[in-house]
Nanobody
Framework: VPLVESGGGLVHAGGSLRLSCAASARNFSTVGWFRQAPGKEREFVAAISWSGVASDYSDSVKGRFTISRENTKRMVYPQMNSLEPEDTDVYYC???????????????WGHGTQVTVSS
């Protein structure tokens, strides 16, 4: 498995969680996070470029989530603040060797981690 997520759990509305994505073998140019609820389409959440300088966020999380990466550790972290019950989903880490804004180019995926936000 090229990517492994961790850090999910149960949190109250208004709380915070930090997820982690570990790349097992190598770094990737772009690492992103998606989320999906049962019966719904997978939704883009955030992504970060190789350098960590550029990032991209969906409108639904902009201002609440911050994505960062540590290439020496092959890790990517979305810090999720001001969580809402609507953020309840399975969160997936994904990676691509393409550019930051190409949201359909992800070829490598983790198995996901559950985030549940209670009201």
């Amino acid at each position: 498995v090229p990517l492994v997520e961790s850090g999910g759990g149960l949190v109250h509305a208004g709380g915070s969680l930090r997820l982690s994505c570990a790349a097992s073998a190598r770094n990737f140019s772009t690492v992103g996070w998606f989320r999906q609820a049962p019966g719904k389409e997978r939704e883009f959440v955030a992504a970060i470029s190789w350098s960590g300088v550029a990032s991209d966020y969906s409108d639904s999380v902009k201002g609440r989530f911050t994505i960062s990466r540590e290439n020496t550790k092959r890790m990517v972290y979305p810090q999720m603040n001001s969580l809402e019950p609507e953020d309840t989903d399975v969160y997936y880490c994904a990676a691509s060797d393409g550019s930051l804004y190409r949201r359909n180019d992800y070829k490598f995926w983790g198995h996901g981690t559950q985030v549940t936000v209670s009201s």
